[in-house]
């Protein structure tokens, strides 16, 4: 069975930081592209960030505190979250695309992804 279990989500001050971990189980991750996805209540889901074989995309709002991994030997995506805002408040997903469906800095996030995870709740406040 093909399933994606996100962790590492909880309670963080502003200025914090986390690392959510997205394991695969069912198929290896070397064969897709993994997202981060984040939805707040009353929001859309948005695009987090995208690692393919060799390429990192960041939405504006978390570049440069965000910074995506895979570890292909341990099956698990990471997602390392510094200088965390109130406006990081999410449950956040992961989810897999195909390395086929060929992503962009610009469409990344819109890509049939396949594949996604029960999430895991971010919650920054004071």
């Known amino acids: 069975q093909v399933q994606l279990v996100e962790s590492g989500g909880g309670l963080v001050q502003p200025g914090g930081s986390l690392r959510l971990s997205c394991a695969a189980s069912g198929f290896t991750l070397d064969n897709y592209a993994i997202g981060w996805f984040r939805q707040a209540p009353g929001k859309e889901r948005e695009g987090v960030s995208y690692?393919?074989?060799?390429?990192?995309y960041y939405a504006d709002s978390v570049k440069g505190r965000f910074t995506i991994s895979r570890d292909n030997y341990k099956n698990t995506i990471y997602l390392q979250m510094n200088s965390l805002k109130p406006e990081d408040t999410a449950v956040y997903y992961c989810a897999t695309v195909p390395l086929r469906r060929k992503a962009s800095d610009t469409n990344w996030s819109t890509l049939k992804y396949d594949y996604w995870g029960q999430g895991t709740q971010v919650t920054v406040s004071s």
């Open positions: 690692i393919g074989s060799g390429t990192t």
